[in-house]
C-alpha cells in the first residue's frame, strides 16, 4: 500500500480546488491503462482502490496511484468503480469537487442509519442505492463495557460523578473511530463469555452514464475502533504523558470493502458495460442474504435460551433487565431491517437492466430474508408476551409466600395476647387482688381466654363442622363400622408404639425439671462449696446415665418400627 499525506500547513477551506488536486499529484502521476479485453468481448473495469487511514492520510493500492487523475479526466468508453471507504469532510471534498460531482446529500445520505425515502432523487446522477442491514460480529466484555460508558456520556472508566480530567485522577478515556457511529445490538451470549452482537452497515453507491462510458462510486463505511487514551498525573495534578492505543471494537472486525472485492474478483465479468451496475447490486444483496440469516439463526438461537429458562426462577430474576433490553433491541433492529429490505427491492425493482431474465436478480433471496424476518418479529413478540406473563406468576408466589408470613405472625399473636392480656389484669394494683392471686387461677384464666380467642379465629371452620356433623347420623352400619374399625386401629397403633416413646421423653422431661430444682435447692442451701461441688457431680453422673439408656431404649423402639431393618433381618 501507498500512502500521502496533507502537509499541515494546507487548510482544506483556504486552498483553491486545482491546488487541492495537486497535492495527491504531485506524488505519483501514471496514466489510466485501458480495460483488457477478451477474445469473447469480456470487459474488466477499472476499479480505484482508495482510503483514508487516519485524518489527513490516505492509502491506495500500488496500481491504483492515478486515483485523482481519473476523477479529473473520466473516461467516456470504460467501465469504471471508484471505492470509498468513510466519508470525511476531505473525501467528501474531493469527489463533490472533481469532474464526477457527487452530490453532498449522498454522503449526507450515507451517514444516516436510516434508509432514504424511495422518492428521493441526488442530481447529477442515473440511479443511487443505498443497501443498510446487520452483519454478525463478536464483541469482547470489555469492549461492551466501554461502548456502555460511551453511550452514557461518561468515557471514563471511573464511577465518578465529575469528569476525572477535573478531577485530576488517573484514569481511561474512551473514543470512537471513526466519528460516525453505527449502533450494534447485542444478541445472546457465547459460551466464551463474549456477545454476539448485529452491527449496523451501509454501502452506497452512485452510478453515472459518462458518454459511452459508465462510472460507479462505492463508499462503505471503516472498520470499528476503539480509541483508549491512558490519562495519569503527578502527586502535584500535572498531566504526564500517557499513551494513546487503537484497538478494533470487535473479534472479527472485517472490512466490508474487502469482503466486495473478494467476491468481485470471482464473480463472471459481463461484455455489456451497463450490467456492471446490476452485477454490483447482486454482490451486495448476496452479502445482506447471507449476513441476513446468520443474524436470524443467533436470533432464534437467544430466543431457545430464554425459552427454556422460563421454568427458573432464579435465572429469571437475574437476567430479567438484560432480556428487556435485548427485547427492545430486537424489536427496533427487527423493524428497520425490514423497512431497509422493502426500500431495497423497490430500487431494485427500478434498477433491473437485464427485464428478460428475472432469475438471480436477487428478488428470491430477499424475499427469503423478509420471511425469516416476519417469522421471528412474530416469535420475539410472543415470548415477550410469555417472559411477561412468567414474571407476573413469580411476583404473584413471592407475595403470597409474605402474605403467609404475614399469617404466621398473627396466629402466633393469638398466642401469646391472651396471657399478656392476663397478666396485666392481674398485676393492676386492685385491693381485692393482694395476697388472694394464685399462679393455678393465672393459668387457668389464660387457658380459658386463648380458647375463646382461638374459637373466634377459627369460628367459621367449627361452625361449618358443627353443620356437618348431623350428616353422621345419615350414614349407613356398614359405613359407621369402618369408620369405627379404621379410628381404633389407629388408637392401637398410637399406644402400642408410641406411647413408649411419649412416656420416655415425658420422664426426660421431668427428670429435667427435678434437676433443675434440685440444683436451685443445692446453691441456696448453707452446705460448703466442697459439699455442693460433691453433690452437683453427682447428680450429674446420674443424669448422664439415665440419658444414656434412655437413649438405647428410644433406637431399640424405632429399629423395631423401621420396616428397612425388619425386612434386611428377614432376608439374612
Not at 480546488?17 to 485501458?34: A, G
Not at 471505492?83 to 467528501?92: A, H, K, Q, R
Not at 418479529?377 to 408466589?397: C, G, H, N, P, Y
Request: net charge neutral; proline share 4%.
Amino acid at each position: 500500500m501507498t500512502s500521502t499525506a496533507l502537509p499541515t500547513d494546507v487548510s482544506l477551506d483556504d486552498a483553491p480546488k486545482r491546488d487541492f488536486f495537486s497535492l495527491f499529484k504531485r506524488r505519483r502521476k501514471v496514466q489510466p491503462s485501458r480495460p483488457e479485453e477478451s477474445d469473447q468481448g469480456v470487459v474488466t473495469p477499472l476499479v480505484y482502490d482508495c482510503k483514508e487511514t487516519r485524518p489527513g492520510v490516505y492509502e491506495w493500492n500500488a496500481n491504483n496511484s492515478n486515483y485523482l487523475d481519473a476523477l479529473e479526466h473520466l473516461s467516456t468508453s470504460k467501465a469504471q468503480i471508484f471505492l470509498l471507504e468513510g466519508t470525511s469532510p476531505l473525501v467528501t471534498e474531493v469527489f463533490t469537487s472533481s469532474r464526477l460531482q457527487l452530490p453532498l446529500d449522498f454522503f449526507s445520505s450515507h451517514e444516516k442509519n436510516i434508509v432514504p425515502n424511495l422518492g428521493a432523487r441526488f442530481e447529477g446522477g442515473d440511479s443511487t442505492f443505498f443497501a443498510k442491514w446487520h452483519r454478525p460480529v463478536t464483541q469482547k466484555n470489555r469492549h461492551w463495557d466501554i461502548e456502555k460508558r460511551i453511550a452514557a456520556r461518561r468515557p471514563y472508566n471511573l464511577d465518578t460523578v465529575t469528569d476525572p480530567i477535573n478531577l485530576r485522577l488517573d484514569h481511561e478515556w474512551y473514543g470512537r473511530i471513526p466519528g460516525i457511529y453505527r449502533p450494534y445490538d447485542p444478541i445472546r451470549r457465547t459460551i466464551s463469555g463474549d456477545r454476539d452482537c448485529a452491527a449496523l452497515e451501509c454501502i452506497s453507491s452512485f452510478w453515472k452514464q459518462v458518454g459511452d462510458g459508465f462510472v460507479g462510486v462505492l463508499v462503505f463505511d471503516p472498520v470499528r475502533k476503539h480509541k483508549v487514551m491512558k490519562m495519569q498525573y503527578n502527586i502535584w495534578g500535572v498531566e504526564r504523558e500517557g499513551s494513546t492505543e487503537v484497538v478494533d471494537c470487535f473479534v472479527d472486525n472485517l472490512d466490508s470493502r474487502e469482503r466486495f472485492m473478494e467476491d468481485f474478483h470471482t464473480c463472471e465479468q459481463k461484455s455489456d458495460l451497463s450490467s456492471l451496475k446490476s452485477t454490483v447490486e447482486k454482490l451486495i444483496i448476496q452479502t445482506i442474504f447471507n449476513d441476513s440469516l446468520t443474524i436470524l439463526a443467533s436470533l432464534n438461537d437467544a430466543l431457545d435460551e430464554i425459552d427454556l429458562s422460563m421454568s427458573q426462577d432464579d435465572i429469571l430474576r437475574r437476567s430479567l433487565r438484560e432480556w428487556r433490553n435485548n427485547f427492545g433491541c430486537w424489536r427496533t433492529g427487527l423493524q428497520h431491517q425490514s423497512a431497509s429490505l422493502v426500500y431495497i427491492r423497490r430500487v431494485l425493482a427500478q434498477h433491473i437492466v437485464d427485464t428478460t431474465s428475472k432469475k438471480g436478480n436477487g428478488a428470491i433471496e430477499l424475499a427469503d430474508v423478509d420471511g425469516g424476518l416476519v417469522a421471528v418479529q412474530k416469535r420475539v413478540d410472543a415470548t415477550f408476551q410469555v417472559l411477561m406473563s412468567t414474571m407476573s406468576i413469580i411476583e404473584s408466589q413471592k407475595a403470597i409466600a409474605q402474605a403467609e408470613t404475614v399469617s404466621k405472625l398473627a396466629y402466633l399473636a393469638f398466642f401469646f395476647i391472651p396471657p399478656t392480656f392476663v397478666t396485666g389484669v392481674f398485676g393492676m394494683n386492685i385491693v381485692e387482688f393482694v395476697d388472694k392471686l394464685k399462679v393455678w387461677l393465672w393459668v387457668t384464666i389464660s387457658l380459658s381466654v386463648s380458647i375463646l380467642a382461638y374459637i373466634f379465629l377459627f369460628w367459621q371452620e367449627l361452625f361449618t363442622a358443627a353443620r356437618q356433623t348431623p350428616n353422621i347420623l345419615t350414614l349407613n352400619r356398614r359405613r359407621i363400622s369402618a369408620t369405627v374399625a379404621k379410628w381404633t386401629r389407629t388408637g392401637y397403633f398410637l399406644v402400642k408404639e408410641g406411647l413408649p416413646e411419649l412416656f420416655a421423653w415425658a420422664f426426660t422431661a421431668g427428670w429435667v425439671g427435678g434437676l433443675a430444682v434440685g440444683l436451685w435447692k443445692l446453691y441456696t442451701s448453707h452446705l460448703s462449696k466442697g459439699e455442693k461441688a460433691g453433690v452437683t457431680v453427682g447428680i450429674f453422673a446420674l443424669v448422664l446415665t439415665g440419658t444414656l439408656l434412655t437413649f438405647r431404649d428410644i433406637a431399640k423402639t424405632r429399629s423395631k418400627l423401621d420396616p428397612s431393618r425388619t425386612l434386611s433381618r428377614g432376608v439374612l
